[in-house]
């Protein structure tokens, strides 16, 4: 149980086109998900927090203009990486608090591989 | 603010020697205590929790974990590595009370390496 799916795992895009990932817990609905960004050899950067229904919450730093989040389904939460440069090439991972229980724990996509020529 | 310490970047290990990475945190109170493995390329796979009861507690995997209050730590270990424990390793908290959606706060983490 908890599995957390991303798509697409791998995309190439153009400078100035805009990309979505698509994030969606297959077993247990989540009223949260988390986008992170992860920079080779580091740790996971929190960029936000998206909730079932409502606007998402971002983190100091991060254009929410840039990264435009979606969570309209408790199974599926979308980031969309708008007018994409080279910058923006990164690792995206999402994640989904499963609700059951106390609730505390999340579960993590397999990640997707941004690269912006 | 809150704060965890992965004090090792990088651990190399024999193939069936024991392994111990180590986790401090600061927090205003426990918090929620978790350790993921992220394989190359991959999402993070949790590996074991802890929020109250038995400091020691047993994960996936063959790992355990010791919760010290005194030391603010919380400490993984596993007896016998094998070469697929090969991963970078994060250790990360979660408030206790829920406050921010328990919002993980991670380690920088740290590379296990396993030698043959």
């Known amino acids: 149980g908890a599995v957390v799916s991303q798509h697409p795992s791998r995309v190439i895009c153009k400078s100035g086109t805009s990309v979505k990932i698509e994030c969606r817990s297959l077993?247990?609905?989540?009223?949260?998900m988390f986008w992170y960004r992860q920079f080779p050899k580091q740790s996971l950067m929190l960029m936000a927090t998206?909730?079932?229904?409502?606007?998402?919450?971002?983190e100091q730093g991060v254009e929410k203009d840039k990264f435009l989040i979606n969570h309209a389904s408790l199974t599926l939460s979308t980031l969309t990486v708008t007018s994409a440069h080279p910058e923006d090439s990164s690792f995206y991972i999402c994640s989904a608090r499963d609700p059951k229980g106390t609730g505390e724990t999340q579960y993590f996509g397999p990640g997707t591989r941004l690269l912006v020529l | 603010a809150q704060s965890v310490t992965q004090p090792d970047i990088h651990i190399t290990v024999s193939e069936g020697a024991s392994l111990e990475l180590r986790c401090n945190y600061s927090?205003?109170?426990?918090?929620?205590l978790f350790w993921y493995v992220q394989s190359p390329g991959q999402g993070l796979q949790l590996l074991l929790k802890?929020?109250?009861?038995?400091?020691l507690v047993q994960g996936i995997k063959g790992f355990e974990a010791e919760f010290k209050r005194s030391q603010s730590s919380f400490n993984l270990r596993k007896p016998s590595v094998h070469w697929s424990d090969a991963a970078e390793y994060f250790c990360?908290?979660?408030?206790?009370?829920?406050?921010?959606?328990?919002?993980?706060?991670f380690g920088k983490g740290t590379l296990l390496t396993v030698n043959p």
């Open positions: 802890y929020f109250s009861g038995d400091t």
């Open positions: 990360a908290v979660a408030p206790l009370s829920g406050g921010s959606n328990y919002k993980l706060t």
């Open positions: 077993d247990f609905q989540a009223t949260t």
């Open positions: 927090y205003g109170a426990t918090p929620y």
């Open positions: 998206s909730n079932e229904g409502s606007k998402a919450t971002y």
